[in-house]
């Protein structure tokens, strides 16, 4: 059982490259969330989806796009990098009818924009 | 103005001491609070649930105010191996029940 698997783990891009990070997760759950972690800021939420064909912003949406085509795949993508965008890029996915929102993360992306 | 607010620390404490954080939370609707400890450059991981009563694991005890709005963490006879970034999370309702995590406290434990 993988649990949540995020690809690549790490990534240098040039100002102004696009690209795409995947998140994939084999538990069946119905959440899945894409946050970013940079030092002293804590983990803030970037774009989630509570559902197959359905995404929602969250607190910091500009710049990324998002794409959940299949229930266990949620894709992260960048257009047009920016060195701010330069962070911890993490992934979850949680089943709240299990009665508490629990998140399983994945090992994370490190993504480096020059 | 940030939700869910944590001191960051770095607490510094002894072998075996006892060390407590608190994280005060705004949204009084909130309805799920969590501890989650993250070791550094890896992924955060659930340390446990929150429950209005209290609950404890070993050596963690958490606890809810909600009058006050805030949850605490107690950790007793602490090991070097609790040296981790401690998250305070909470939930809210109004249909999609989305976490939001404060900014985490440092404990580093000395011999």
């Known amino acids: 059982n993988a649990g949540v698997t995020q690809t690549p783990k790490f990534r240098v891009l040039k100002t102004g490259q696009s690209m795409t990070l995947l998140c994939a997760q084999d538990?069946?759950?119905?959440?899945m969330y894409w946050y970013r972690q940079d030092p002293g800021m804590g983990l803030r939420l970037i774009h989630y989806?509570?559902?197959?064909?359905?995404?929602a912003k969250g607190e910091v949406p500009d710049g990324y796009n998002v794409s959940r085509l299949k229930k266990q795949n949620f894709l992260l993508g960048l257009e047009s990098a920016a060195p701010s965008q330069t962070s911890v890029y993490f992934c979850?996915?949680?089943?709240?009818?299990?009665?508490?929102?629990?998140?399983?993360f994945g090992a994370g992306s490190r993504l480096t924009v020059l | 103005r940030k939700e869910v607010e944590q001191d960051p620390g770095p607490f510094n404490v002894p072998e075996g001491a006892t060390v407590a954080f608190n994280c005060t939370y705004s949204?009084?609707?909130?309805?799920?609070f969590f501890w989650y400890r993250q070791d550094c450059r890896k992924e955060p991981k659930l340390l446990m649930s929150?429950?209005?009563?209290?609950n404890e694991d070993g050596r963690f005890t958490a606890q809810l105010n909600r009058a006050s709005q805030y949850i605490s963490l107690l950790i007793r006879d602490s090991k070097l191996s609790d040296s981790a970034t401690y998250l305070c999370?909470?939930?809210w309702g109004g249909g999609s029940y989305i976490p939001t995590f404060g900014r985490g406290t440092s404990l580093i434990v000395h011999p």
């Open positions: 979850a996915s949680s089943l709240p009818s299990s009665g508490a929102n629990v998140l399983t």
């Open positions: 538990m069946n759950h119905e959440y």
């Open positions: 989806s509570v559902g197959e064909g359905t995404t």
């Open positions: 949204n009084s609707a909130s309805q799920s």
């Open positions: 929150v429950y209005s009563s209290g």
């Open positions: 999370v909470v939930a």
